[in-house]
């Protein structure tokens, strides 16, 4: 049983116990379920796989935005010219 | 963010620059890193300063003396130099460079000497008897060897090179230039050309502009550190190996395009040395000569022909 000196359960402790718990939790619910309610590798991988395909589809288009716009940055800061002189 | 850092210093006698593009923090943190390793070899490299790492090996009466790292680079960067150049880029004229009247950090404005006076236009030569050969670095003991008295002056030798171990260090990022004194080692991820001007060595408009995505480019003449001796002559720093004087050859100012800025320093200075008939057979990857009387010729890259591929 916890007590008020326990580091999980003491006030300055339990923000940073329910921020971990908040990161863990998607993993834990993501990866068992597929295993634990559906026996077939065909039926999982027809869901999973999509949604890998939609987001490399989203990624690079958000790649290609940025390097549109980066490209005029780039040439607007053609660097100023050197000088080679007597050494 | 976008475009570059740059950090502009003294060292080495001028003015030196490190620029380095691409994103993030680390471009800042490079720059600053490149200053604190130029100002540092100027620190171990300078022979006006008599607590100098170099001016402790040159006082050394030992035939084998300890040397850093990078000392030991600069004596071997010495040594390609001189071979390179067949003895006409020779790092060992402390003495004669004394002589001629550049024994301490002076300033040369408006200490040039009468160019009327100055002899007839010669082609340098290798000394005689060569002290850079004399030279050698043991890697595995940590040291550099030669007779005892034979003294080094690095002088252009020390800024290619600083720019050529600058450069690999910063190769890395998106672009960069490192700038020691005029001798420029350009390069980056990105490839993008950046335009390298040439110096009017009269002081006027550039004389030409280089466009190098990689590579390196320096210069040496006889127009800017220039003063008059103790007996009314012109002199300057860069010297005739065969008689220890300041060389007049009828070039005034050699600028040479190269991979590295070590190759691209010794290739410059030869340029100059020769003379104008064979300025342009030393610059096989181009340049820019400016001869006695202002005339300027461009020697366009791959117009030289080797010298291996005359000989048969």
Redesign the interface.
């Given at each position: 049983m916890a007590t008020g000196n326990d580091p999980v359960l003491s006030g300055k402790e339990r923000p940073a116990a329910r921020r971990v718990a908040a990161r863990t939790k998607p993993k834990v619910e993501a990866e068992p379920e597929p295993f634990a309610e559906v026996e077939p590798g065909e039926v999982e991988s027809a869901e999973v796989e999509p949604e890998f395909e939609e987001e490399p589809v989203e990624a690079e288009t958000e790649f290609e935005e940025e390097a549109v716009e980066?490209e005029p940055?780039?040439v607007e800061?053609e660097?100023e010219?050197?000088?080679?002189?007597?050494? | 963010m976008s475009g570059e850092a740059v950090e502009t210093f003294e060292c080495f006698g001028g003015r030196c620059s490190v620029r380095v593009g691409g994103a993030g923090r680390e471009v800042v943190a490079a720059v600053l890193e490149a200053k604190r390793r130029l100002l540092a070899a100027h620190a171990t490299l300078s022979r006006f300063d008599p607590d100098s790492e170099l001016s402790r090996l040159n006082r050394d009466p030992r035939r084998e003396a300890p040397a850093s790292p990078l000392l030991r680079e600069v004596v071997a960067a010495a040594r390609t130099a001189g071979l390179r150049s067949g003895g006409l880029v020779d790092a060992t004229l402390a003495d004669e460079i004394e002589a001629a009247g550049y024994a301490e950090t002076r300033s040369f404005e408006g200490a040039a000497g009468n160019a009327d006076a100055a002899p007839p236009p010669r082609p340098a030569a290798p000394a005689p008897q060569a002290g850079w050969c004399l030279f050698e670095v043991d890697e595995r003991a940590g040291t550099v060897s030669r007779p005892p008295g034979v003294r080094l002056d690095p002088g252009g030798i020390a800024k290619g090179l600083m720019a050529d171990l600058l450069g690999e260090s910063l190769a890395g990022f998106g672009s960069y230039a490192v700038d020691c004194c005029g001798d420029l080692r350009i390069g980056g991820a990105d490839g993008r050309a950046r335009a390298i001007l040439v110096e009017d060595p009269t002081g006027g408009e550039p004389l030409h502009e280089l466009r190098i995505a990689a590579g390196a480019v320096a210069t040496s003449g006889i127009t800017r550190r220039a003063w008059t001796d103790d007996d009314g002559r012109p002199a300057h720093q860069i010297l005739d190996p065969a008689t220890g004087r300041p060389a007049f050859t009828g070039v005034v100012q050699a600028t040479a395009v190269a991979p590295t800025g070590l190759l691209a320093e010794t290739l410059a200075k030869s340029a100059l040395l020769v003379g104008p008939e064979r300025a342009g057979s030393e610059l096989p990857f181009g340049g820019v000569i400016v001869e006695e009387g202002g005339a300027v010729r461009v020697v366009e890259p791959g117009t030289v022909v080797p010298p291996e591929a005359l000989a048969g």
């Open positions: 980066a940055e780039f800061t660097p010219p050197l000088v080679t002189s007597q050494s | -």
